[in-house]
């Protein structure tokens, strides 16, 4: 999967929208499928368009664990917006997690402009979602 540098790194090199679409595609198509039992009702994530499912773990039990994150979309681009919030939240401290506002990267490389409004909503769900749970982790 990769990381948050390098699709940093390969937004600012591709120029036209129509390629950043197709890299943000190949971003999900490379995401590993997440299993038919963890499709549930519970991971799934409410206010997008799209079915969209997220899974954490804790990696540590201490009082501020290492979250790992596990998505899926049944939609080719929101696949590919799936991992990139992976990249930006996955295997960071619930605290870190918590005090990072994905949407200001995804602004700050042009993401959210481009896409509809749904899908703009849907990142914001995904994002709350896994901020507020890195809260409660982190305040555990």
């Known amino acids: 999967m990769a990381t948050l540098e390098q699709i940093i790194d390969d937004f600012a090199f591709l120029d036209d929208w ?3 679409y197709r890299y943000v595609i190949e971003l999900g ?4 499928e997440l299993a038919e039992d963890k499709r549930t009702p519970e991971n799934k994530v409410l206010g997008c368009a799209s079915q ?4 954490s773990h804790e990696e540590d039990g201490g009082a501020d664990p290492v979250l790992t994150f596990e ?3 049944d939609a080719h681009i929101v696949r590919g917006l ?3 919030v992976l990249a930006v939240y996955s295997g960071r401290h619930a605290s870190e997690i918590a005090g990072t506002d994905a949407i200001q990267i995804f602004d700050s ?3 959210v402009e481009h896409l509809s409004s749904q899908r ?4 914001r769900s995904m994002v709350k979602r896994i901020r507020q749970e890195a809260h409660l982790k982190a305040a555990a």
């Open 18 to 20: 129509e390629d950043r």
């Open 29 to 32: 198509k490379a995401l590993p």
């Open 52 to 55: 969209v499912w997220l899974v």
């Open 71 to 73: 998505g899926d979309s």
């Open 82 to 84: 799936v991992a990139i």
């Open 109 to 111: 490389i042009g993401l």
């Open 120 to 123: 703009a909503n849907g990142l």
